[in-house]
DNA sequence: TATGAATGAGTGTTCATTCAT
DNA sequence: GATGAATGAACACTCATTCAT
């Protein structure tokens, strides 16, 4: 008998069950990321994860809600970061500054997170639900950071340019970054921050005449 | 009884082989693109192309071979579009601007392509031999930019900041153009790629006064 | 640690543990009854009666155990019905009227547990201890018939026929009420029986004249 | 590259196909009389047609249509044998004589194909769609039947009864006929369909006076 | 007594690859 | 050159059964 996840009322999920959930979660991202989305088999996971196949098939009743599971665990732990970081920020440029370099900070502190994720969201079609999720959430992170543009280019602190391709051009960016610490493990992190944050600022400040 | 590819000294591929090669390989790059790499199997890139599966191991003895020949097939054609655009430009902002509009407008114009080619980077592990050497080819460019971010630097053309960081930035929004071409596909691609040259122009160049 | 079923010679089931078997057998034919034989696993029958699954190996040390009691408990049921119709009849002919009136009688108030039972009849590999019994019961019931053929046909009440082939075509079309009440729920059942009774008193009894 | 069957227009099934889906049909149908249902596993299938088991997935796309196929073949070639018995019986006691003889012939030369067919229609959930095929046709047999039944008794040939009654009493029957062949091997086939014949005559014909 | 986590064998199905034709 | 029948390994998933608690 499953324990058939998340739909019942009072269905609480026991302290081993969530433990054996995070481990095996943990396996699948280790998986993905470090073998790719198409060979991460449940055969694999299990292995890393010291268990049996069938014991993944028991926790998470389809492999949709496993891999669901890893993007929504990344996503909300990176939430959880960004958040402190986006607070208090006296400008839009400080915001924009912000942003970045707690995004990069994250991505150097959770390199396979963010690499599975990259693996599922460019993926297979058996990811089709997870894929689809992901889009979502980059879309409205997309019209996020281009309303802020607005807003900044309303206000006169910025200047004119396309929101949205400016958008495009920093979130991809940062989307890059786990793929470029992975192969240059000795870039320094706070540096490549600051970089792409100072290069991002001078595109988008109204320029000091 | 195979053709032997490549390896062999003087042997060179007859016509008839070329053409249905480079069937093969088209049927793949839309199959890819459509139904995403883990559906593309031969099956289905050979009902495409009109021919049976086994026809595809004949022409390439393993999979990995037609998957590379994706990559180098539309790796190739770039080249030759931007090959010329990059000629006669005066000044290092004006290269870039080059690059960037050059590399927009052939993603606007060979989409499935672009898809393709993003699928089996990000793709599976029989793909493996193909995204090492999209990851050289990737590198090379990046090396390529960087070393033009410099040379600017040295002439005083452009402000410092580091080649690398960049370099990766510019090459992550360029990369990001398909995918932003298809989910919104009433883009004005000159706008936009106008918009993402003048932004790096902004954020490379040494601010006036 | 288990109940060591039915083998042991002082080995009395306890009343709690004759409840549980109760109630998990009583499942066991809900569940062969609505989701078919092949998709009555223990998980399901197990989340019918509202326990584990453990729970049933507990007191069933095997499935075919489990199966075999449903067949068991079903068929003492009905021959307690049918005990009590068969009593004091007159002639065979009244005989076999009671038989066939009990049977569609028992089918009618019972139809759970006679499809259940030709769920497991006509079933799985694992049922075949149970499938084994129920062919050497249904033997039974068919010798007993046919005796009862041959002795009328002895006294001279009923013509001359294979008590065999008749008492075959009467098992079979009493196996074939319950199908037909599920088929046509709006069947009186009452004239269903009276019919198939006059059908086969007409073929069995001595034509007058 | 499956031969995608049936639904293409032009699509013609080659000479050796249509001998391995035949070999297969009948492998299929010896494993399912013996091993019953349940246990007929591709692999069990294959083995004993001597092939892997892939290959009845390359030639039926689904077990599904594999399982159909065995119904559709079994009853075709039954409908072909009963199709000329019927024809030209004098009176509807003789056509009802003529199915039943004809019914029960059938039966003893094709035990396998009955008994596949029995397990199939009383069988699992994973063949939903043939058993839905099997109980419509099944029902068209009755309607037929119960239809000869009244316009006998229209004439005044047979007495009054329920039509649909005797109807499911002759087909039980009828399609108990295989089992007890199986269990009995000695009995005289056709003084067996004799029995069945003159029982169901009597039961169902104006008694003379 | 009862639970539910865990296993391992088994399922149908997919697919690159082989090979006789 | 080309076909398509055939294989075998891999896949996610199901389930009776075991066992520590």
């Known amino acids: 008998m499953q324990p058939e996840n998340e739909s019942a009322g009072q269905g609480r999920r026991s302290f081993i069950e969530e433990a054996r959930r995070g481990q095996i979660v943990r396996a699948a991202i280790e998986t993905i990321a470090e073998d790719g989305y198409a060979k991460a088999s449940f055969a694999r996971i299990a292995r890393r994860a010291g268990i049996s196949p069938g014991l993944i098939t028991y926790h998470f009743s389809r492999r949709e809600e496993l891999i ?8 909300a732990s990176m939430e959880r970061v960004l958040a402190r970081r986006a607070e208090g ?3 839009y440029a400080a915001a924009l500054r912000a942003l970045v370099e707690g995004f990069v900070r994250y991505c150097a502190d959770h390199v396979p997170e963010m690499v599975a994720v990259a693996q599922i969201a460019a993926g297979a079609g058996d990811a ?9 959430q980059r879309e409205e992170t997309l019209a996020d ?3 802020m543009f607005q807003e900044g280019q309303q206000e006169g602190e910025l200047r004119e340019f396309s929101p949205r391709a400016m958008a495009v051009a920093v979130l991809a960016a940062l989307e890059a970054t786990p793929a470029e610490l992975l192969a240059r493990p000795d870039t ?8 792409l944050a100072t290069a991002f600022e001078l595109a988008v400040r109204r320029p000091t005449r």
């Not at 669901?68 to 996503?75: A, R």
């Not at 089709?128 to 979502?136: D, G, L, S």
């Not at 320094?188 to 921050?193: E, I, L, T």
């Open 68 to 75: 669901m599971e890893v993007m929504l665990s990344v996503h």
């Open 89 to 91: 920020a006296a400008s």
């Open 128 to 136: 089709a639900k997870a894929r689809a999720w992901a889009e979502r």
């Open 145 to 147: 950071l281009a309303e």
């Open 188 to 195: 320094d992190v706070d540096d490549y921050a600051a970089e």
